[in-house]
C-alpha cells in the first residue's frame, strides 16, 4: 500500500508484475501548491464582501494545490483498472470525490479546505518517508569517482574509477577515499571502514592487507593492485543488497498493499447507502446527509493505515545498514522475529577463529625465558597457524641463529648450542612424564590443541592453544535463550573441542564432527524438530545451510560471497549486531501493529462521531491528516537505537 496516503511510486512487488507509478514531476507541485495557498487566502479575505469571488479563489486553490492529487487519483486508478482488468480505486481517488462533492452541495470553502490540507500533508508525508531513503541512499554519496592511476614511466594520472581495470598500480594519499578493492603493495595506514562494516575506530593497514572501495585513507599514504573491477566491489555489493532491500517490504507491508483498493472499493460502496441512510434512519434532509457523506470519505480513508508499515521497515532497514547489519528486504526482518531455532557454525563465529596460547608449563630444572626464545626462533620459520599463535604469546626481539626443518610426523626440529630441540604432537614423544601426560590428557579434554616442547628428546614442556570464543557469543547465545530461541553450533571439529566451546559460551546443543555437506542436513532437522529456524556462518563452506535456513546470517567481515548467499549480513564479524537486529525487527514488528491499531481506531472514532453529528469536514480533515503524520513519525523513531526506543 502506498505510504503516507499515496502510492508507492518506489516499491514493485510480484503482484503488482513489476508495475509501478512514477510521479515525480520535480518542483511542479510543491510551485502548484503555493500558487493554491495563497488562492485560499485571498478566498478568505474576500468571503465577508463578496461570496462570489471568494468562492472562485477557493476554487481556484482547489485546481492548482490539488491538481497532482486529482491527476494522481483518476489517473492511477483509471491506469490500474485497466491493467488489473478491475475496478481499483486509490485514497487519492476517495479525496478527490469528497473534494468534487463538497463543491456540489456550494461548499467551496471546506472542499478548498480539504485539498490544501491533503496536499501539505501529501508532502509532508513524502518527506517524511523518504527520510529513512534517504538515511541509506546516502551510501551513494560515498561512492568513490575518482583514482590515481600509477602509470608505466612513473607519472600519476586521475581517471575516472569506471576506468580501472584488475591489476592496475594505484596511488592513495593521506585522506583519500579509496577508488576499488585491492591490495596494498607499499605503505602504512590507517582506514576508516566504517561505510563496509560499520565499525568507527579505524583499522590499521600496511603491504598486503586487502582495502576496500569507499572506505577512508587516514594519515598514511600508499600504492595499491587494484583486485576488483569498480562494479563488483564489497561496496558496490552492499548498494545492490540495500537498493534490494527497498523493494521488499514485510508481510504485513505487502498484505496492507494489496488491501488498499479493496478498502477503498468498499468505502466508496459504503457511501450511497450512508447517503440513503439519513433522510430515512436519522431524520437528516438531503443536503446534510449528501454532507454527512462526503466527512464519511474523508473519515474513513486509510491514508493512515497505507503508511503503517512501509515507512517503518524502511527506516529499521537504514539504522540497521548504517550499523553494519545489511537486510536484503522487510520480510527478512519479520521472520528473524519468529525465528524458534538458530544454528551457530564454530570456527569464525562463536569463535574468533584463530588459535591462541591457553597454557603452558615447563619442567622446573629448565630456564624457561631461555627455553621461550628458542621456541619463538623455530616457530617463526613455520607458517603454522599454531605458529603464529605461540609467536603472538611469546613475542621477543632476541633474534637467535637456528636451523629449523619440518620433518613429517615429528614436528620443527632444531640443534641450537648443541642441544637437540623438537615441537610437535604428544604422541609424536615416547619420553614422557606423568605429569606432563596428565596435564596434556586435561587440556586435551577441554577441547584444547597440545604441543610437547622436547630437549634430545625428552619432553621439558608443553603448550596449549585454542580458538576461543570471542567476547560477544556468550551474551548473544544468553540473549537469545532469554527469547526462547533454541540455539545450536554446528562444527566440524572433536566433540571434545566442540563441547568445550558450547559450554563456555553456554550454547544448548553441539553437533560436532560435521562435514560442510552435512550442514543443511543439520538445518533442515532444527526446523521439523523446531520449526522456523536461522543459520550463522562465514557464507563461503556455510552456503548451502545458509540457503536451507529459514534466514541465512552471514558473518561477512567484508566478503562479497556472504552478501550473495546470505539473507542478512554482519559486515563485521560481531554477534552484537545480530542482537541489535533481531531487538530492532521485534522494535518494527511493535511499532507498525501499534500504527495499525491506531490508524483503525482514529478511522472508526471519525466515522461513528459523524452519525452521531459531532464532526464536520474540517474537523476530520485535521483529525485524519494529523493521524496520519502520528504514524508516520511513530515509524521514523525506528532510525534511533532500541535503548532509546521507548
Not at 503482484?15 to 502548484?32: E, K
Not at 587440556?443 to 592453544?465: E, H, R
Request: with cysteine.
Amino acid at each position: 500500500m502506498g505510504t503516507a496516503c499515496k502510492k508507492d511510486s518506489h516499491h514493485n512487488h510480484d503482484h503488482d508484475h513489476g508495475h509501478g507509478h512514477n510521479h515525480d514531476h520535480g518542483n511542479l507541485p510543491v510551485i502548484m501548491f503555493f500558487i493554491g495557498l495563497v488562492a485560499f487566502a485571498l478566498g478568505f479575505v474576500f468571503e465577508s464582501s463578496s461570496m462570489l469571488i471568494a468562492n472562485l479563489f477557493f476554487a481556484a486553490a482547489i485546481l492548482t494545490a490539488g491538481y497532482h492529487i486529482i491527476g494522481e487519483g483518476f489517473g492511477d486508478t483509471f491506469t490500474d483498472t485497466r491493467r488489473r482488468k478491475k475496478f481499483t480505486p486509490n485514497i487519492h481517488f476517495l479525496m478527490t470525490l469528497a473534494t468534487a462533492g463538497a463543491v456540489a452541495i456550494g461548499n467551496f470553502e471546506e472542499g478548498a479546505l480539504l485539498i490544501v490540507i491533503f496536499a501539505a500533508a501529501h508532502f509532508l508525508e513524502e518527506y517524511a518517508d523518504g527520510k529513512s531513503k534517504r538515511e541509506i541512499t546516502n551510501l551513494l554519496k560515498m561512492n568513490p569517482t575518482e583514482a590515481r592511476l600509477i602509470l608505466t614511466n612513473g607519472s600519476t594520472k586521475i581517471v575516472q574509477v569506471e576506468e580501472v581495470k584488475v591489476g592496475d598500480i594505484l596511488q592513495v594519499l593521506n585522506g583519500d577515499q579509496i577508488p576499488t578493492d585491492g591490495i596494498i603493495i607499499n605503505g602504512v595506514t590507517s582506514v576508516d571502514e566504517s561505510a563496509i562494516n560499520g565499525e568507527s575506530m579505524p583499522k590499521e593497514k600496511s603491504s598486503g592487507d586487502e582495502v576496500f572501495g569507499s572506505t577512508i585513507n587516514g594519515s598514511g599514504s600508499f600504492t595499491m593492485e587494484v583486485t576488483k573491477d569498480s562494479k563488483d566491489t564489497v561496496f558496490a555489493k552492499i548498494l545492490q543488497m540495500v537498493d534490494q532491500a527497498q523493494g521488499s517490504l514485510t508481510k504485513t507491508a505487502t498484505l496492507i498493499k494489496q488491501l488498499e483498493p479493496i478498502y477503498v472499493t468498499v468505502v466508496l460502496v459504503l457511501l450511497p447507502l450512508v447517503i440513503l441512510s439519513g433522510p430515512y434512519l436519522f431524520g437528516w434532509t438531503w443536503n446534510l446527509s449528501l454532507y454527512r457523506g462526503l466527512v464519511f470519505l474523508i473519515s474513513a480513508s486509510p491514508c493512515a493505515l497505507a503508511a503503517s508499515a512501509v515507512p517503518t521497515t524502511l527506516s529499521t532497514i537504514s539504522n540497521l545498514a548504517k550499523r553494519g547489519v545489511l537486510v536484503k528486504g522487510g520480510a527478512y526482518l519479520s521472520k528473524i522475529v519468529e525465528l524458534k531455532a538458530i544454528s551457530f557454525d564454530k570456527t569464525g563465529t562463536l569463535t574468533n577463529g584463530k588459535p591462541v596460547v591457553t597454557n603452558y608449563d615447563f619442567s622446573k630444572n629448565v630456564d624457561e625465558a631461555a627455553i621461550l626464545e628458542v621456541i619463538v626462533a623455530m616457530e617463526k620459520q613455520s607458517n603454522h597457524p599454531l605458529a603464529t599463535a605461540i609467536i603472538n604469546k611469546f613475542t621477543n626481539n632476541t633474534r637467535l641463529d637456528i636451523t629449523v626443518e619440518n620433518e613429517i610426523g615429528k614436528g620443527l626440529t632444531a640443534r641450537y648450542n648443541g642441544i637437540n630441540y623438537r615441537i610437535g604432537k604428544p604422541d609424536s614423544f615416547t619420553d614422557v612424564s606423568t605429569t606432563f601426560q596428565n596435564k596434556q590428557q586435561a587440556y586435551a579434554s577441554d577441547g584444547k590443541t597440545v604441543v610437547y616442547v622436547a630437549q634430545d628428546d625428552v619432553v621439558i614442556g608443553l603448550i596449549a592453544l585454542m580458538d576461543v570464543p570471542n567476547e560477544q557469543a556468550q551474551p548473544a547465545i544468553a540473549y537469545f535463550k532469554e527469547q526462547g530461541i533454541h540455539t545450536t553450533m554446528i562444527t566440524g571439529d572433536a566433540v571434545a573441542t566442540g563441547e568445550a566451546v558450547g559450554n563456555q559460551v553456554g550454547i544448548d546443543e553441539v553437533v560436532a564432527n560435521v562435514m560442510p555437506e552435512d550442514k543443511a542436513t543439520i538445518v533442515k532437522q532444527q526446523q521439523e524438530r523446531y520449526g522456523s529456524t536461522g543459520m550463522l556462518g562465514d557464507g563461503i563452506n556455510d552456503a548451502p545451510a545458509l540457503v536451507t535456513a529459514d534466514v541465512g546470517i552471514a558473518m561477512g567481515e567484508g566478503t562479497d560471497v556472504a552478501i550473495d548467499v546470505a539473507d542478512l549480513v554482519l559486515m563485521k564479524n560481531d554477534l552484537s549486531k545480530l542482537v541489535y537486529a533481531h531487538r530492532l525487527a521485534q522494535k518494527m514488528n511493535k511499532v507498525i501493529w501499534q500504527n495499525i491499531f491506531f490508524s483503525l481506531f482514529v478511522v472508526v472514532t471519525l466515522v461513528t462521531l459523524n452519525f452521531l453529528g459531532k464532526t464536520d469536514i474540517a474537523i476530520g480533515i485535521i483529525f485524519h491528516e494529523g493521524s496520519t503524520l502520528v504514524v508516520i513519525l511513530n515509524g521514523l523513531r525506528l532510525l534511533l537505537p532500541p535503548k532509546q526506543l521507548k
